[in-house]
């Protein structure tokens, strides 16, 4: 009887933490204002998280505890909405100003949201107040990933994990905060992380690799990516698993959109993604542009022709090297824009 007793308390303390315990994250934000460069000679001001665009990837679990210090460091008002997570007995977290949240974030003024990451996939983060201008031209987004408690064998089967965020930007109004993303105007550049052909990269596989890709419609379009040679499964949309998982070729994006796909690497060559929209493949009405990317094989050798020979590789483009080293925010060099001179930034 004591050794069952005994065996039980052991139990009940082996066990409490576990189903008790949510892990913590805490995070910092600041929002900024810098400079990007989207395409060649094509520079647009933004409101940068950490002064980058996209903003940093945040990557958790299922059921932790998640808190974010935001500073706006910025001439406008803001907020962050976390588009996915429901905010069970948490709404006032959910960043709408007037409706969850008594304000804006004023410049100068910081504000501290709290939430359980209360369901799982590709969920982002994007600002709440003016997303006319702030989501749709001014780079206010960034990737929320949060791992399942318990994956899939396909999730685990993953051996290559990339963030594609698709959006758009208006170059008549590049340089004005403040205007921008009303109906009569014009998107002319179309990008997949911030940047556009042929300032965007390459995927890098192996035969035999499994690619998870999360595709995200971050701008004010719907982007329809086509992938040459290989067959797209298509594994979630808006991070809920599909009970029947279908295949495709063509993924539509549309705004506010994730489609997570997932691809067996085997057919080694040189293929291209691109958006099907043909305008969107143009730097303003130039060909070409926009968002594409090429998968390269590393074991097939590249031919003297290729367009992107000499290009120098990044390998975390697509976050794919932020994505293997655990649970965190974190920044990327790459992504960093160049601060706005104060005093000139209105003009
Ligand atoms: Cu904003
Ligand atoms: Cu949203
Ligand atoms: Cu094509």
């Known amino acids: 009887m004591n050794v069952l007793l005994r065996n039980f308390a052991i139990c009940l303390f082996a066990l409490l933490p576990a189903l ?82 008594q304000s804006d ?60 965020m698709m959006s758009t930007w208006e170059s008549a109004y590049a340089n004005s905060y403040g205007k921008g ?29 499994v690619l998870r890709m999360r595709f995200y419609g971050a701008g004010d379009e719907t982007h329809q990516m086509h992938m040459h040679g290989h067959d797209m499964l298509v594994v979630a949309k808006d991070g ?23 691809v067996k690497m085997n057919n080694p060559g040189y293929f291209v993604m691109h958006d099907h929209v043909d305008k969107h493949m143009t730097n303003s009405g130039a060909m070409m542009g926009g968002p594409m ?3 390269e094989y590393t074991d097939v050798k590249m031919d003297d022709w290729y367009a992107w020979k000499d290009k120098v590789y990044d390998p975390n483009f697509f976050y794919s090297e932020s994505l293997k080293q655990g649970y965190g925010l974190f920044n990327s060099a790459p992504f960093m824009g160049k601060p706005v001179e104060q005093g000139r930034r209105r003009k």
């Open 20 to 101: 008790c315990w949510a892990e913590q994250r805490e995070f910092n934000l600041t929002i900024d204002e810098v400079t990007i460069e989207v395409a060649p000679g094509f520079t647009n001001k933004v409101f940068a998280f950490n002064g980058q665009v996209p903003a940093p990837l945040i990557h958790v679990v299922e059921g932790d505890d998640v808190t974010v210090h935001v500073t706006n460091n910025t001439t406008l008002n803001h907020s962050i909405h976390w588009h996915g997570i429901n905010q069970i007995d948490s709404w006032h977290m959910d960043g709408v100003p007037g409706v969850s949240q």
């Open 105 to 164: 974030i004023k410049p100068g003024e910081s504000f501290t949201y709290k939430f359980k990451a209360d369901r799982p996939g590709s969920l982002w983060y994007h600002c709440h107040v003016n997303v006319w201008e702030h989501v749709a031209t001014r780079g206010m987004w960034g990737p929320l990933i949060v791992d399942p408690k318990n994956p899939s064998e396909l999730d685990k089967s993953v051996t290559k994990d990339a963030i594609l």
């Open 181 to 209: 993303g009303m109906p009569a105007d014009v998107a002319d550049y179309f990008s997949v992380n911030g940047k556009s052909f042929p300032f965007t990269q390459p995927v890098r596989v192996k035969k035999g690799d």
């Open 240 to 262: 809920y698993p599909l009970a029947s998982p279908y295949y495709v070729d063509t993924v539509p994006v549309g705004p506010g959109e994730r489609y997570d796909v997932i």
């Open 293 to 295: 990317t090429v998968f």
